[in-house]
């Protein structure tokens, strides 16, 4: 056994060791807070699997459907994938920074590093098409490196059918692959134009997102006006200052990796064959400058810049005790933010790390809402409260009602909906109707029963149900002083004046959703 294989089982074993570990870690947090609002909408998807959704691909839809098949609605069956590739994302991009000529010092530094980066503390802390996205940028960066390093056809198809995945979960990776190909010829790799097997990866992207398109066709491109309306009610409040300090902030003392990273991949010798790499992730970032986008929709080339920056600090510092050293600080500046990234106490102790920050060290760091006002706690985690309660009042209400065949459960956004939907199945709710996102793609053209009652969930009902019902009574509402929806009210109304089934299918036909 010589000395060099010994060194390198032990980066194995080291970089095996820190991948569980991210996994371990996100287990043991996963129940401090509830779902996300967003989860629920993402598991419900797995109630009604399509080819499509009304704001991401189908891909999240079908693997919530794989997951309720096999574990049920309980919130782990919710928060086990995305930990499980957070020992995926460490393993992957530690194997990025051995293609990309990283020995094992370099290695272990990358795998420490994308476990302390905030965004992927955050990304693999939710069910969401988020930390798949990640997963897709990252994967295909390594077999993209593969290609350079080895010249076998077969990653160019490879990469195909990663793409192909890739746009199942989330359209913004087509921005990576456009970079990508747009930057190909001014690299020493522009003769892969002429390669076959890059065309048939491309058809195979193509086969994989065809069902895809076929549905957003069906239904009218709802894609576009996804994006518009993000375009006009989120995007248009960004500030491009505030973009270029997010990729700063996103993988906070990882930035001691990125910044070098990238330079090291635009101007070093022993760098020239990656440089499509670093003008596809100088491209990204330009692109979302430009077009306002959020911050972290950079997040996808994070991974392999922080294994260039490993690389670049493992060739000039040869003394271990300053390798080491950097791993230790790196770790040390981390702990005390660790509850900035996922919530690693329960809601009281969440506020109380907050009410700390700013009591001692005047920061409000995260807690300014949407709507421009400072909470106790960060928005992320207010609409990860609330969810359990709002789903006993409405099993409250549903235990009212005698003919339960007569009586619908309405809820205004998809939150509502997708705790009845989901955390409700455990207490035999039906599922929920919602104009709402995706599901108003759900709702049937009509309703089998006469409605005799509605349990209605949202703000005060409009003039609609208090038009409808002649008995309206409020049952209960959200009293967690830290949840988002605290006050959301659950309102049982009885004693139709007129058909609820008649109004519901002319709704329908003014919404647009079905047909006269």
Known sequence: MTLKWIKRDFAFYMVVFLSLFNVVFHIIIYRNLEYHRDELLYFSLGTHPAAGYATTPP?????????IKVLGYSQFAAKILPALFSGVIVYLSASITRELGGKSYARILTGTAIIITPFCMRTFTLFQPV???LFFWT???YYLLRYMNTGNDRYLFILGIVAGFGLLNKYLIALQLAGMVLLLPFTKYRPVFSNRFLYFGGVVAILLFLPNIIWQLNYDLPVVYHMTALRDTQLVHVSRTGFLIEQLLMPYMATLLVIPGLVYLLVSKHMKDFRLIAYTSVFVMFVLLMLRGKGYYTMGVFPVLIGAGAIFWENIMKRQVLRYGIIILMVLFTLPVIPLGVPVYKAEGMVQYFEKLENEYNLDVGRRWEDGTIHPLPQDYADMLGWEELARIAKQAYDSVE?????????QNYGQAGAVSVIGKKYGLPEALSLNDSYRYWLPEKLDYETEALIYIGTEPNDDVLELFADIVE?????????REFGTQA???REPVRSFNQFYYELLVERGIVGE
Not at 59 to 67: A, E, H, N, T, V
Not at 403 to 411: A, D, E, F, T
Not at 475 to 483: E, L, W
Request: contains cysteine.
């Open 139 to 141: 994967l295909i960066f």
């Open 131 to 133: 930390f798949l996205d």
């Open 403 to 411: 003919n339960k065949r007569s009586c619908v459960i309405y809820c």
């Open 475 to 483: 049952i209960g509402r959200i009293s967690h002083p830290y949840a």
């Open 491 to 493: 309102y049982l109304c």
């Open 59 to 67: 891909l999240i839809g079908l693997l919530s459907f794989l997951l």
